[in-house]
């Protein structure tokens, strides 16, 4: 090979990494803003609020943003999947509108409406995340671009936390108002990175070779997948259920479970106790862009996933024997619920596609196992509430994951089984 050729090569494998992390930093980015008008408000505490219907406030409102949150989800079974190219970017800063201005109103109304503003908050934000992962599935460095996207699940909850806190803090804002004005703070980057989103140029012919085709799902298409892989669908189902309403119960109620731990007057404890969770998970996943073989990735997802489960309950066990202290206990389990949540939101999905040369989008999959992960989410907490049990989050918690551990190490194994036999079934066919 000439030393032209040499040169070439080389400068187009450079200008294909650098486009690569380009495209998934854009994305890490604007998910991450997403944040901002979603978490800032399970800061507060709302103790000078009066129960609704014997429940305590703030679970009311995390129920009633969860709530909404889910109903969008349900709805992104159909819309994320039919998804195409055109009008996404305009799609996402309306949607972020929409979800910004109950926040506003939200400090002018009493408890019983601020509820209600509560949901209509989550009920845009649901469709985000399909929107933004469009721009990068069914590429050849998805892996690291959906990893280090997702890794925003991580790292961004705990930073607008950390932000609101510091709102509060050093300019003395009411909890009510914390969450717009921390929006106010991200709005500007969010119409930023939409501008550089809609400039991100679709996947090239090599990436269809490789991943397959992403295309619109319609109704027919949907139900044609579903009855393909019913038994392992709703296997993943379980599983991220499992995952959702453990991670769920961690995020919003972190600054509780910070409190009970003795962290509760530490601002930056929301964004420590992620960051190592964060470099950590996007280690292991994206260095599953070296793996070619998308039935050996697809594997592997489903280990990571069952390793995660374990983690969580081994962690769980030394704590509960006062071998480890509450701070490594927080973010242990973190890394076992990350390690299992963010395959779901990154490869699994993606390879499963490439792996069956499915032609549809990660979309339909990704919604359809996110919809009932947040459904389960709003039932325990509204079950905790309305039962009025005197535990505390932490006790619920520390419970809660060792039989998330057993049941979803369970379940995960069945799966692999399943997949890798429906596997030998297809390229027999």
């Known amino acids: 090979m000439s030393l032209f050729r040499i040169k070439n090569t080389v400068k187009s494998k450079i200008s294909e990494v650098l486009s690569s992390i380009y495209i998934a930093v854009i994305c890490f980015l604007t998910y991450a803003c997403v944040y901002a008008f979603r978490k800032p408000f399970t800061i507060g505490l709302y103790n000078d609020h009066a129960a609704i219907f014997g429940v305590d406030y703030k679970n009311i409102l995390v129920i009633a943003q969860v709530l909404g949150y889910t109903i969008s989800k349900f709805y992104g079974i159909k819309f994320v999947s039919e998804l195409n190219r055109v009008g996404r970017g305009w799609s996402i800063l309306i949607l972020i509108g929409l979800s910004w201005i109950p926040l506003l109103i939200f400090p002018f109304v009493d408890s019983g409406w601020s509820v209600i503003f509560l949901f209509l908050n989550g009920l845009p934000l649901g469709i985000l995340w399909g929107l933004i992962f469009s721009f990068i599935e069914g590429r050849k460095a998805s892996d690291f671009m959906g990893a280090t996207m997702a890794v925003s699940f991580i790292v961004s909850s705990g930073f607008v936390k950390s932000v609101a806190k510091w709102l509060q803090l050093n300019y003395t804002i009411q909890e009510s108002w914390i969450p717009f004005f921390t929006g106010l703070f991200f709005i500007v980057p969010v119409i930023i990175l939409v501008f550089l989103l809609e400039r991100i140029p679709a996947p090239n012919q090599e990436d269809i070779e490789y991943k397959s085709e992403r295309v619109p799902l319609d109704a027919k298409g949907r139900k044609k997948f579903f009855s393909m892989f019913s038994f392992g669908l709703v296997s993943f189902i379980i599983i991220y259920i499992l995952l959702t309403l453990f991670r769920d119960i961690r995020d919003n109620f972190a600054a509780d479970i910070w409190l009970e731990l003795g962290y509760g007057n530490n601002a930056s404890i929301f964004t420590a106790s992620e960051l190592p969770i964060a470099i950590f998970v ?141 596997y030998k079934i297809y390229i027999n066919e």
Do not use: E
């Open 282 to 422: 996007l280690v292991i996943i994206a260095s599953m862009i070296y793996v070619k073989n998308n039935k050996l990735a697809f594997q592997l997802a489903q280990l990571i996933i069952l390793c995660g489960f374990i983690i969580c309950g081994i962690a769980t066990g030394l704590f509960m024997t006062h071998l480890i202290s509450g701070y490594l206990w927080i973010i242990l389990v973190g890394l076992g619920l990350y390690m299992g949540y963010i395959p779901f939101n990154s490869i699994l999905f993606d390879r499963m596609i490439a792996t069956f040369k499915i032609k549809g989008n990660v979309g339909y999959f990704m919604y359809l196992v996110d919809s009932f992960g947040y459904l389960a989410s709003v039932f325990v907490i509204f079950l905790k509430g309305i039962m009025g049990v005197s535990i505390s989050w932490t006790l619920f918690y520390q419970n809660g994951v060792l039989v998330l551990s057993f049941v979803g190490s369970i379940t995960s194994l069945i799966t692999i089984f399943y997949f890798n036999n429906k």
